[in-house]
């Protein structure tokens, strides 16, 4: 779509730069107009193919469901090993199961990612993975939007992160924040964690 447009528009340009010449220097606004319009439209091309990357990943993201809980444990729990993430076990991710979305592909989870309400107006997002081979092909903002959007319809109007990549939820709309800013009840998550309290995790926070 964007050769037969970028075609069309060195032709007109070629076309009116003729006419122009033979009018003896005098453009003609027909042809200004339609090499502006084939402008935008070439840009409008470029935009949505690379908004599309995303769109033509062969497989879903879904709500997740009981038979996830293995693969999903085995996920996470594969960063939990390299200290990149929390571990979870079996029974947390059970009691939870409706937190998370899934990225399955060839009947296969790809990766995960969970909303969890804690306060108010306010959800954690967390256990959220994408398989190493499959990282940097738009899975990871795919699950994060999806999780976001589900937040919003539910009333949600803050959401925040504990993470070691605070990068990526930067690229997300997210922005770092003190973690005391944060409501105590958070803490109870992080009491529970090996780590603490010496933990490096960066909080950021996203207004939905
Ligand atoms: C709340 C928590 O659970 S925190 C734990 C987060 N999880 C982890 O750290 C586990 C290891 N990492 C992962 O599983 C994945 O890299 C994720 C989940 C962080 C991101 O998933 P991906 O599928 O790779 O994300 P996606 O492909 O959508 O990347 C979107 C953008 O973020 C960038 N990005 C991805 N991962 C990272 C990262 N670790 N650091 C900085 N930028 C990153 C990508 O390059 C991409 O940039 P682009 O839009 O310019 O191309």
Redesign the pocket.
Known sequence: MIIVFIILFVILYYLSLSRASSRQGYYNFDSIFLFIFLFIRIIHAIISEESNIHKQLPGIIRKAVIEDVTPMKDLINS?AKKE??LPRSVGELYENIRNFYVYEENGEVV?CCALQVVWEDLAE??????KPE?????????LLDASIEEGKNIGVKRAF?????P??FE?QGFSKVEKASLPHKVWVGCIKCPKFPDCNEIALLRYL
Do not use: D, P
Not at 125 to 130: E, P, T
Not at 134 to 142: D, E, L, P, Q
């Open positions: 960063y990149i993430m990766g997002i967390l256990s959220f993975a994408v499959c990282t940097g092909m738009g899975i990871g903002s795919m992160t504990l993470t070691y990549v990068e990526f690229r």
